[in-house]
């Protein structure tokens, strides 16, 4: 399998853009599986503009119910609708900015599952879980109560003091935790547990991309701020390999 390279857009971009970025994409062929999940309101024309391509397109969040009254959320059969094939779900900005519990991201894996949406499920501890020795059980708790019985997908390892910082973990101990998810996806879920795709996320750049994307048990990587220049983009990319 190819390693998964995916951008996470956030709260970035513009409809003006689209274009010109998914034209880059597609203009170079990559060693790796590429996905975009930008803003809900660009779906559709990243859609028009990946359509014919391999690339694939997500979104960043959905509800965990079908549809109904929630202002403002988005409902992930919308999300399908509209051509996306995955969903980040959990992502630690969403858990601190929404208080989205591990319970409350179950239920949007459930939905997305429901909808035919492949989630992206991060997980991830903070620098004083970190510190105190915590991060490895943090991390197995939050597969254990973010991940339904029904769970197939792709899980994202992000040190939430790695996000946006420049700073990311050792490669040793990117090695430990990459493990420490694969034991623990295997004992919860023993037919698919042992080739869910777990990716790395966190001040993924092209110059440590090399070195992260070597490591084992990492399947890819979950990238924020250098997603959002093409170029950036594919040179990350440009250093995956089959895992
Ligand atoms: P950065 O790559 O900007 O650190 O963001 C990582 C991230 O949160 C991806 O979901």
Redesign the pocket.
């Known amino acids: 399998m190819r390693q998964i390279i995916a951008g ?1 857009w ?1 709260m970035n971009g513009t409809l003006a853009g689209v274009t010109a970025y998914a034209g880059a994409l597609r203009a170079q062929a990559s060693p790796a599986t590429l996905i975009i999940c930008p803003p809900f309101p660009l779906l559709p024309a990243f859609a028009s503009a990946f359509a014919g391509s391999d690339i694939g397109l997500g979104a960043q969040d959905c509800h965990a119910n079908a549809s109904g009254a929630h202002t403002g959320d988005v409902a992930a059969g919308l999300i399908k609708e509209v051509g996306a094939a995955y969903v ?1 779900l959990g ?3 969403r858990r601190a900015d929404h208080a989205e519990s591990n319970a409350v991201v179950a239920g949007k894996v459930k939905a997305a599952l429901a909808a035919g949406l492949a989630p992206i499920v ?1 997980v991830g501890e903070s620098e004083t879980e970190r510190d105190a020795g915590e991060a490895e059980d943090v991390v197995r708790t939050q597969l254990t109560h973010s991940l339904p019985e029904e769970f197939i997908g792709l899980v ?1 390892y ?1 040190p939430i003091w ?4 420049g700073r990311t973990p050792t490669p040793a101990d990117i090695t430990a935790m990459h493990a420490a998810i694969r034991a623990a996806l295997v004992a919860q879920f023993p037919k698919t547990g042992a080739t869910t795709p777990i990716l790395y ?5 092209p110059s440590n991309a090399g070195a992260i994307l070597a490591l084992p048990e990492v399947g890819g990587a ?6 959002l220049q093409a170029a950036e983009f594919l040179a990350i990319a440009a250093s995956a390999r089959v895992v």
């Open positions: 996470n956030k980040i992502h630690s900005e991060c994202a992000e790695a996000i946006g910082t996320g966190g001040s993924a750049k979950l990238v924020g701020g250098a997603s």
